[in-house]
T-cell receptor
Framework: ETGVTQTPRHLVMGMTNKKSLKCEQH?????MYWYKQSAKKPLELMFV???????ENNSVPSRFSPECPNSSHLFLHLHTLQPEDSALYLC?????????????FGSGTRLTIV | SQELEQSPQSLIVQEGKNLTINCTSS?????LYWYKQKYGEGLIFLMM?????EEKSHEKITAKLDEKKQQSSLHITASQPSHAGIYLC????????????FGKGTRLSVIA
C-alpha cells in the first residue's frame, strides 16, 4: 500500500454509461493528479488539483469531469466514453507541486469501454 | 514541450547479469525521478536526482544524472526476478511548479 487508494481496480462500462473513479489519500498531501496510461505511450497528464483548486486541465475531452471536494479525495466522472478511452487511470498525490516533491501513485483503475 | 526518450524499450536479461536503462530529455533537466511499475499496477518511487553528477543507490539499483547530456541512467547489478517490471523516468519540465512528464518506460524481464 502506498497511501493512495483507487477504486474500483477494474471497470468495464458501455459507451453510454456514467461511472466515477475515486482516489483517496491520507498522506497530508496538498496536490492530486490524474494520469492516463495507454499501451506504448507515455503517461498523459489529465488534471492537477492543488489545495482543491484545479490548476491544470491538459486539453482533456469534456466526457471526463474531475472533482476534488477536499485535499484528500479526487474523483473522475466518466460519461459517454469512447473505445480509445480504455486505459489504466492513475491517481497520484504530492506534498506540493514543485521540486523536490515526488509523487505517490495509487494502483490504478483499469478501464475498459465496450 | 519536453519529451523523455527511454532506451531500450524492452530488455530481457539472464538472472545475475547487469543492465543499464537510459532516459534522455529533449530539454534541460531540472530533476529526474525513477519509478518502477509492475504490470497493471501503480508506480513505485525508486529515486530522485536533482544535481548534475548526482548518483544514488538503493540496494542493487544505482541511478546517475548527467545534466550536460540531459540524460539519466539506471543501472541494476546482479539482476534478480524481483527486478522485473517497467521502469519509467519522470522529469520536471521547467524550474517552476509544473507536473512531471514521463517517458514510455522500459520493460525488463529477468529469466532464470
Amino acid at each position: 500500500e502506498t497511501g493512495v487508494t483507487q477504486t474500483p481496480r477494474h471497470l468495464v462500462m458501455g459507451m453510454t454509461n456514467k461511472k466515477s473513479l475515486k482516489c483517496e489519500q491520507h498522506l497530508g498531501h496538498n496536490a492530486m493528479y490524474w494520469y492516463k496510461q495507454s499501451a506504448k505511450k507515455p503517461l498523459e497528464l489529465m488534471f492537477v488539483y492543488n489545495f482543491k483548486e484545479q490548476t491544470e486541465n491538459n486539453s482533456v475531452p469534456s466526457r471526463f469531469s474531475p472533482e476534488c471536494p477536499n485535499s484528500s479525495h479526487l474523483f473522475l466522472h466518466l460519461h459517454t466514453l469512447q473505445p480509445e478511452d480504455s486505459a489504466l487511470y492513475l491517481c497520484a498525490s504530492s506534498p506540493g507541486t514543485g521540486m523536490p516533491y515526488g509523487y505517490t501513485f495509487g494502483s490504478g483503475t483499469r478501464l475498459t469501454i465496450v | 514541450s519536453q519529451e523523455l526518450e527511454q532506451s531500450p524499450q524492452s530488455l530481457i536479461v539472464q538472472e545475475g547479469k547487469n543492465l543499464t536503462i537510459n532516459c534522455t530529455s529533449s530539454k534541460t533537466l531540472y530533476g529526474l525521478y525513477w519509478y518502477k511499475q509492475k504490470y497493471g499496477e501503480g508506480l513505485i518511487f525508486l529515486m530522485m536526482l536533482q544535481k548534475g553528477g548526482e548518483e544514488k543507490s538503493h540496494e542493487k539499483i544505482t541511478a546517475k544524472l548527467d545534466e550536460k547530456k540531459q540524460q539519466s541512467s539506471l543501472h541494476i547489478t546482479a539482476s534478480q526476478p524481483s527486478h522485473a517490471g517497467i521502469y519509467l523516468c519522470g522529469a520536471v519540465p521547467n524550474s517552476g511548479n509544473t507536473p512531471l512528464v514521463f517517458g514510455k518506460g522500459t520493460r525488463l524481464s529477468v529469466i532464470a
